[in-house]
């Protein structure tokens, strides 16, 4: 198995490697990227989820070395984040009005 700091998470050749998943989940990638969009929206799935893990791992670390965020920073978080979703849910639909999907002019990565 390749040791994961030989290469970034961007780095190194693509390998085809095989992942179960429920046909349903399939099914839904491939309504929304087609087949050839396929691995691209799988990889970019992926990477989000490194990402999440990092950052979980992170607010853990501080957490131990600071101690816990008080309820008014917990507040102001939940808030800052109730205003990003809405953010995104009118870019979502502002563009999907356009005729473009949530797809159009990504890349994994």
């Known amino acids: 198995m390749d040791n994961p700091a030989e290469h970034g998470t961007d780095d190194g050749p693509a390998q085809k490697v095989s992942v179960s998943m429920p046909a349903g989940r399939i099914a839904a990638v491939k309504a ?12 970019a799935a992926v990477e ?11 607010l853990r670390a501080k957490e131990t070395e600071i101690g816990p965020p008080t309820e008014e920073i917990q507040d102001w978080a939940a808030e800052i984040f109730r205003e990003a979703e809405g953010l995104s849910a009118q870019e979502h639909s502002a563009s999907t009005q356009e005729g ?10």
Do not use: P
């Open 32 to 43: 929304r990227v087609g087949a050839r969009g396929f691995s691209a929206y799988v990889s």
């Open 100 to 109: 473009e999907t949530e797809w159009d002019g990504r890349r994994a990565g």
């Open 48 to 58: 989000r989820q490194i990402q999440r893990d990092l950052l979980e791992e992170l």
